[in-house]
């Protein structure tokens, strides 16, 4: 539907809430639900997350998107960060266009405590368009 239709579907007034999972490769349409949601609050990504770094059209997923700027997503909840660079790249995205983010919630891929002690250190360090707080859960 999305890649038939694209702008012709209608504004979503009403989602408040959009979870994806990644492996059915919606990355490529997260702009523009994004942009049809303009009450969107929290935006949840399940699964592994590296087919966000694919090309789409030439610009890497949320790269270049102006309309970004005032998207209203409080809350961005991550489940299955593996820690990849391709994923802290698109983290960074998220943190510097998402004017109005409070919350990241970040699940780690499987056990391994050196992963979840990386992503402890490194995604603070990421820059930010505003303050959020940072938060793991299992």
């Not at 994923?87 to 391994?112: I, N, T």
């Amino acid at each position: 539907i999305f890649s038939s239709f694209g702008e012709a579907i209608p504004v979503l007034e009403n989602l408040s809430r959009l979870s994806i999972k990644t492996e059915y490769n919606y990355w490529e349409f997260l702009p523009l639900l994004l942009k049809k949601s303009p009450n969107l609050q929290t935006l949840v990504i399940k699964g592994p997350s590296a087919h966000c770094y694919f090309d789409y059209g030439g610009q890497e997923c949320l790269s270049g998107y102006s309309f970004l700027l005032s998207c209203p997503v409080k809350v961005i909840e991550i489940h299955n960060f593996c820690g990849t660079i391709g994923e802290f790249k698109q983290v960074k995205r998220f943190l510097e266009k998402f004017p109005c983010l409070e919350l990241l919630k970040v699940s780690a891929w499987g056990s391994d405590q050196e992963l979840k002690l990386q992503i402890a250190t490194d995604l603070p360090m990421l820059p930010r368009a505003c303050k959020i707080q940072l938060e793991f859960f299992p």
